[in-house]
Structure formats: structure tokens, C-alpha cells
């Protein structure tokens, strides 16, 4: 069922699938009396018809007054309705807003908010140079602008109010440089991150300090930066050895994470002297609050990565690279699964993915490595190659290693 709203009244009609094509059927107007339980009721009734086969397209009959084509505002808030009640996230409804925000003011305020069929190549690209000449975003942001703009246009022309998509295509766009991607590769820079972390919690007053356990976390469990921050002391069981993640995004975000050997003692001590009962947060502020996705990339990360880079000097090391972000951490977890020996199956399923092309991306990314980075990385989530601050030293190995140096078994996508 879809409403929208054409000059002064609100249109009623169906939308649904039926003879192996999608149907559109009008209803009729608000003022004719539809309301949307009357057009709920009728769906059923469409519905019912459908399954047993005796609904037919009635071409001529027509309901009312011919419906206007919409206008851009209009037809872009029918379409983000519809995106709500697909249940996608908060954070991603939010982005989408943003996104419609900058269409919007330019299409309404610039272009006069013209109806869907008016919206021309032409005008696409126009909004996309005025945007460029503001030079307020970045070419990756006006495209992404653009791609919702062609989503929009995309339910119109299912709706039938245009033929043809005019924001579709790589012409509409900006180029853009791809971003090289950000990995911690080695020991040396994933020991000095978590010395940095225990070192920052060591020199605070507050004995809630969490940087440590937390950057252990995203580094060791691979948790979206909400799902890290949402985590309560009852997700984790540390004698089954798992994280439960509970309030993802997506089904297939709903999992149990196993933890490696070297997060799971981590864990266990903070767990110890956590002072909040099981439904409390697992990571919070100092004032108890949750941690958000900003909080935690600011607050938490961003001078952990800061003394980090600090400390490699000082050991005359490989420097930290830059953009390390709370998801680069998820990114440098898939490595490290990968380089242990998981195979992909594995992998997707401790992230909480459906599309194989990350998780293999990385897997050949990690192939690259060597067989003493890879024994090196395994030694690391076993707890022989790295120990705290305060028992082997700084970054140090506890015990001699020697892993099989073979490498990663055959996987399959």
C-alpha cells in the first residue's frame, strides 16, 4: 500500500505483485473518503483475490481525479517512509536524511521543486557542480547524494510516474581516488596499540578506565563500533568463551563471537573488577553512560592510536598508519582470523556477513603476507608473542615461538 500526496489531497493505491509483473492500482483520493485502514482493508481483499487466482486488471476504470505526478519533496519523503518501514537502522536512516537534505535544498530551493518527470540529466548534473563549487563535501559524499536520488527515481519509475532513471549511471558522477585500505599488519603496531591502551587506563584516576579491555575488543572480537558499545556484562560468557552480540543491524549481525586466547584473559580480568550487575553496560564513560560510535572513535581510539605511534618510534619501529578507526580494528580482526587459519564460512559468520567480496578482499590481502608474519600474528591470540605492561615488558614476547610456519589452508567463498 502507498500514499502520497498530490496538490492538496492524499492519493490511496496498491502496489503489489501479481500475474509476473508488479501492479500499481489506484484507489482514489482522501477527499473522496479513502483513509488508510479503508486501503488496508482493500488490500487484503486484493491479496485474497490474487491467491485464488481470480484477480484481473481492470484497465478502465478510473477512481477519481487523474493523479498529479509528484513533486521531488514529496516523492522523496514517500520513499524514505518506505524505507522505514523496511526496519532498517536508526544510523542508517539518519544518514539517508542527510543525504535528502542536501538533494532537497537544492532541488527545492534552486531547481523550484519540480515534479519527478521534470527532473532532467541536465539537472542532475547541475546539482552536482553546484555541490562541487560549494566544496562544503567531499566527491565521495555528492555521489553518494546522487545514488539516493537515483533510489528515489528508482520507486518512481516502478510507480510508473516516470519511464526512465535520468540519475542512473557512472556520468552522474564524480571521480574519486580509491581510499588505500587501513590494516595494522604486524605485531609490533597491533602490541603497541594495546600498550598505549593499558598505559592511558593506568594514568587515569577512575577505576572504570575501559580503554584498554575495549580496544582489546574491536581488535580481538571484531564488533561493530554500536554493537562494542550497546554490549552488556551478560553478553559475555567467558565460560563457553563468547561474546553474544544481540542488537545488530541485520539477522545475520546477531551472533556469538568466539574469543581468542588472548582476549579472553583480557576480559577476565576486567570482568573481575567490574563493579555493575549483568544488565549494566560492559563498556561505559566514566559516568557510566553508553559509548557511542563518536565517543569511542574520539574519546577512546583516537589517543590510544596517538601514543601508539609515539611508542613505535621510541622502539624504532614501523609507524602507525593513518586512518585507524574503531572499523579499521574489524578490518585488522578479519586478518587475523585469516591469518590463524580460519577459512571464509568462518570468517562471515564471526562478522556477521552475507556478502563474501570483504571478507575474500582481505583474505587476499593477508595471503601476501609471510610465513613468519602469519606464525608471528598466531603467536599474538595465542598470548605467547605479545604480554601486558607489568608482566613480560613492553610489547615482548613471554615465551619462545615456533608455530607451524605452513601456510593458510585452502578456504572456499
Known amino acids: 500500500m502507498t500514499k502520497a500526496t498530490a496538490a492538496d489531497d492524499v492519493s490511496f493505491a496498491l502496489r503489489f505483485r501479481a500475474l509476473g509483473r508488479r501492479q500499481f492500482v489506484h484507489l482514489g483520493y482522501a477527499s473522496e473518503g479513502w483513509t488508510e485502514s479503508k486501503a488496508r482493508d482493500e488490500l487484503t481483499l486484493t491479496m485474497a483475490a490474487v491467491r485464488r487466482g481470480a484477480w484481473q486488471p481492470v484497465e478502465s476504470v478510473v477512481m477519481g481525479p487523474p493523479a498529479e505526478i509528484p513533486r521531488i519533496e514529496d516523492f522523496a519523503n514517500v520513499w524514505l517512509d518506505a524505507e522505514r518501514d523496511r526496519g532498517l537502522g536508526a544510523r542508517t536512516i539518519e544518514d539517508l536524511e542527510w543525504r535528502l537534505g542536501h538533494l532537497l535544498s537544492w532541488f527545492v530551493h534552486k531547481a523550484g521543486d519540480p515534479r519527478v518527470s521534470e527532473i532532467s540529466v541536465q539537472m542532475v548534473d547541475e546539482y552536482r557542480a553546484a555541490k562541487k563549487r560549494q566544496g562544503k563535501l567531499s566527491a565521495g559524499s555528492i555521489n553518494r547524494t546522487i545514488d539516493t536520488l537515483s533510489a528515489v527515481l528508482d520507486l518512481a519509475v516502478e510507480y510508473e510516474h516516470i519511464e526512465k532513471n535520468v540519475a542512473r549511471g557512472k556520468r552522474r558522477k564524480l571521480a574519486t581516488k580509491k581510499k588505500r585500505p587501513v590494516y595494522l599488519d604486524g605485531v609490533d603496531q597491533i602490541a603497541a596499540v594495546l600498550d598505549a591502551a593499558r598505559e592511558l587506563d593506568d594514568a587515569r584516576e577512575s577505576r572504570t578506565a575501559d580503554r584498554y579491555p575495549l580496544v582489546a575488543t ?151 603476507f609471510s610465513a613468519d608474519e602469519r606464525a608471528r600474528l598466531k603467536a599474538l591470540v595465542d598470548g605467547v608473542e605479545w604480554a601486558p605492561m607489568g608482566t613480560q615488558g613492553v610489547g615482548t614476547a613471554a615465551s619462545p615461538v615456533s608455530p607451524d610456519p605452513g601456510g593458510l589452508p585452502e578456504t572456499t567463498s
Not at 287 to 314: C, F, Q, S
Not at 317 to 337: F, N
Open 218 to 368: 574491536l581488535l580481538f572480537a571484531g564488533p561493530r563500533v554500536e554493537e562494542a558499545g550497546e554490549a552488556l556484562v551478560r553478553d559475555l560468557d567467558l565460560a563457553r568463551g563468547f561474546l553474544e552480540v544481540g542488537r545488530s543491524k541485520t539477522a545475520a549481525g546477531m551472533r556469538k563471537i568466539d574469543l581468542l586466547p588472548v582476549l579472553r584473559d583480557v576480559l577476565a580480568a576486567y570482568k573481575a573488577g567490574h563493579r555493575g550487575g549483568v544488565d549494566d553496560l560492559l563498556f561505559s564513560t566514566r559516568e557510566g553512560t553508553a559509548r557511542d560510535r563518536h565517543n569511542i572513535a574520539r574519546r577512546v581510539l583516537a589517543p590510544v592510536v596517538a601514543r601508539a605511534h609515539k611508542l613505535l618510534e621510541e622502539r624504532g619501529q614501523q609507524p602507525m598508519p593513518q586512518g585507524v578507526t574503531p572499523h579499521k580494528l574489524r578490518h585488522t580482526y578479519t586478518s587475523i582470523l585469516f591469518a590463524i587459519g580460519r577459512d571464509a564460512p568462518y570468517v562471515m559468520g564471526q562478522l556477521g556477513h552475507t556478502d563474501p567480496a570483504f571478507t575474500l578482499r582481505v583474505y587476499a590481502h593477508v595471503m601476501r
